[in-house]
């Protein structure tokens, strides 16, 4: 395997996919000492292309590839790096791809993909974790219906989730048993997730305006359960508030968070399978002060808002993080004034500013809302992105009012739902539905540092 140092990439160097996936079918069978993924694509290429396609995979050990289910050979057909799988000359138009790999989530002390923590399995996958769990185009702007299969030990795993909805869990022989899970919403491969634990959930429902029933689950170890009731309460506001603020009705008949003690980044968006670190989920009066509950309100909050903005439509590629973070901080921090009080919410959120994005525009570490560029994409969650990203999405609501803002953001979800897009896309939004002359602001996305 040849090595591949890590590399520069550039906004200004973005082309289009040369292959989409259209469904793909995953398939875990956990185990202790290994897990074997068993992946199923459709394969549909841009329209005259000859390229290879390039997948991405770090750690994974390759253990077939099929192609319209004919096994292809090394170095004829497809090469391997330690990052990559590249296949030479893949069918014109369409084709199924399998991929069976290795992994091996135990020893994955990276807290990207699969991985065991307190001895159960969890994934995170944001920004580039995908590619830790098999071979894949690990990129937002390709975006699939998924459907996941997971196999494991019954009475060690007895709760299995995934993205989307339950089409059927069944016992198997040997003390196991399996669930089958379906999203029916296309998605990058960023916004999948996979428990695999000893859980008990807390269960609620909501009734949309619309009038459909969402059936709502928190899970948690057993000793944290009769902690949870805030984070239920805080997820059904959250809810109602997003249909009558923007609109945006829940899209599923099931929403899932599950609380879990290692978490690196605090709380993941993850299709209909939020998953948070526990400290952002559980508060009991006893021990837990206002802030805490000020910030279990927020983030559930955060991250039930990303469903339309950040799931349905997403970003293009990780230049434009901002157009689903800064957008999202912004609703999280209209919902928390709106549930309490706007001044108070307005004074932290600004002081919050001043402490940390101002040094960050002022230092060494100074960047733009939508960067130029990265090394590595994990370093770029920055204040910048999210809290001077949520003051770029906040002027647009000052400069427009917040019936203009509202109508941008009609227009921005009419556009682009199912879509994976940039910035300017959304700048170009709030510019149409309000014939607006927004002249030189798009430099606030592009410029680093406060302007004199
Ligand atoms: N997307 C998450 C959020 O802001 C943050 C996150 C980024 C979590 C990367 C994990 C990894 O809601
Ligand atoms: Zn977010």
Redesign the pocket.
């Known amino acids: 395997m040849a090595k591949e140092s890590p590399k520069e990439i550039f906004l200004k160097d973005y082309k289009l996919p040369d292959y989409y996936f259209d469904t793909v079918n995953l398939d875990f069978i956990l185990k202790e000492e290994h897990t074997l993924v068993h992946s199923k694509i459709h394969v549909i290429s841009r329209q005259g292309t000859l390229s290879p396609l390039r997948l991405d995979g770090v750690d994974v050990k390759l253990l077939s590839i099929r192609i319209n289910n004919k096994v292809v050979k090394e170095g004829e057909d497809y090469s391997l790096s330690s990052k990559h799988l590249i296949l030479h000359h893949p069918p014109a138009t369409q084709f199924v791809l399998e991929i069976t790999t290795e992994i091996e989530p135990q020893n994955n002390t990276a807290l990207?993909g699969l991985y065991k923590t307190t001895g159960n399995f969890c994934t995170?996958?944001?920004?580039e974790?995908f590619r830790r769990i098999t071979f894949y185009q690990d990129r937002p702007d390709v975006m699939a219906k998924f459907t996941t299969r997971i196999e494991a030990d019954k009475s060690l795993y007895p709760v299995l989730l995934s993205n989307g909805n339950l089409i059927e869990q069944a016992d198997l022989p040997d003390g196991r048993h399996y669930a089958l899970w379906n999203d029916p919403f296309k998605k990058p491969c960023?916004l999948f997730a996979l428990v695999a634990d000893q859980l008990v959930s807390q269960d609620d429902e909501f009734v949309t305006c619309s009038g459909r029933k969402v059936a709502l689950h928190i899970w948690t170890p057993a000793q944290d359960i009769s902690k949870t009731a805030h984070a239920m309460y805080s997820l059904k506001a959250a809810m109602k508030w997003d249909e009558e603020v923007f609109g945006r009705e829940y899209d599923l008949d099931l929403f899932n968070i599950v609380a879990v003690p290692d978490?690196?980044?605090?709380?993941?968006?993850n299709k209909s399978l939020n998953i948070f670190n526990s400290r952002l989920v559980l508060a009991s009066p006893e021990t837990a002060t206002n802030a805490d509950y000020a910030a279990v309100l927020g983030?559930i909050g955060?991250?039930y808002f990303?469903n339309w903005t950040?799931n349905r439509v997403t970003c293009r590629d990780w230049f434009q993080l901002s157009l689903?973070?800064g957008l999202?901080?912004f609703r999280d921090q209209e919902f928390s004034s709106d549930m309490g009080s706007r001044a108070v919410k307005r004074i932290a959120d600004v002081l919050q500013l001043r402490i940390s994005q101002f040094p960050q525009d002022a230092g060494p570490m100074a960047h733009p809302v939508k960067p130029h560029s990265y090394i590595k994409m994990?370093n770029f969650?920055t204040v910048t992105v999210?809290e001077k990203g949520a003051k770029v999405v906040r002027m647009y609501q000052t400069l427009l009012g917040k019936k203009g803002f509202r109508k941008g953001m009609d227009l921005y979800f009419e556009r682009h739902d199912g879509q994976a897009i940039t910035c300017d896309d959304f700048y170009a939004a709030m510019r149409d539905a309000n014939n607006a002359n927004l002249a030189n602001f798009k430099v606030w996305y592009s410029q680093a540092g406060m302007p004199s």
Do not use: S
Request: hydrophobic letters at 25%; proline letters at 0%.
């Open positions: 990207e995170q996958c944001e920004a974790g960023y978490f690196n980044m605090g709380a993941m968006e983030v955060h991250e990303h950040g689903k973070e999202t901080v994990d969650y999210y």
